[in-house]
């Protein structure tokens, strides 16, 4: 649920195999993926990594997260500490590597699930939305489901102040070089 309120796309997962290739620095922290996730083995493992350079701190992931350890129930399983030094240094090489992880094949995914869409690319991202924005969750999904299928037009208000304050824009596109229109 964390994935899917983050109103800047600052928090993703991937589950993904384990190779001998591939070295995980401690800081990268992973769980066992979740018999049923499509495209991995029992064998499978799961992240969520969030950008220290995408995340405004609004907390609506730490409200939002249902996982709450048995000892302290104040400490949940994603929660807000200082983004500075060797932390947001981790953050960052942690979401450099979550970024070279390879996707799960798009027709495997069950898109009619929340679990099954946050495993899908978003195609809008780190928008310059307030902090906290209740709508860019909503255009992140619809990004997510319809990718480089989806056409975007929009009235004057904050969508086109957060969806196109050029320079720069939160819109993407694929490893394909396809995005929304």
């Not at 899917?4 to 190779?19: D, G, L, M, N, Q």
């Not at 069950?110 to 679990?115: A, G």
Request: hydrophobic share 35%; proline share 8%; glycine share 8%.
């Amino acid at each position: 649920k964390c994935i899917i309120v983050c109103p800047h796309a600052a928090i993703r997962s991937k589950a993904f195999e384990r190779t001998s290739e591939l070295e995980l620095p401690p800081s990268f922290l992973t769980a066992p993926a979740k018999p049923g996730v499509p495209g991995v083995s029992k064998d499978g493992i799961y992240t969520i990594q969030v950008t220290p350079d995408g995340c405004t701190g609004c907390t609506l992931c730490v409200d939002i997260c249902p996982s709450a350890s048995k000892e302290d129930p104040s400490v949940k399983a994603i929660n807000m500490v200082d983004n500075v030094g060797q932390f947001k240094e981790d953050s960052r090489a942690g979401w450099n590597l979550l970024e070279t992880l390879p996707l799960i094949e798009r027709t495997l995914l069950k898109t009619n699930t929340v679990k099954g869409s946050q495993f899908l690319e978003p195609l809008f991202e780190f928008s310059a939305a307030c902090k906290g924005c209740g709508e860019t969750p909503y255009v992140k999904l619809a990004s997510q489901l319809f990718g480089d299928r989806m056409i975007v037009a929009n009235a004057t208000g904050c969508s086109s102040i957060y969806g196109g304050n050029l320079p720069v824009t939160p819109w993407t596109t694929d490893a394909a070089g396809r995005g929304p229109a």
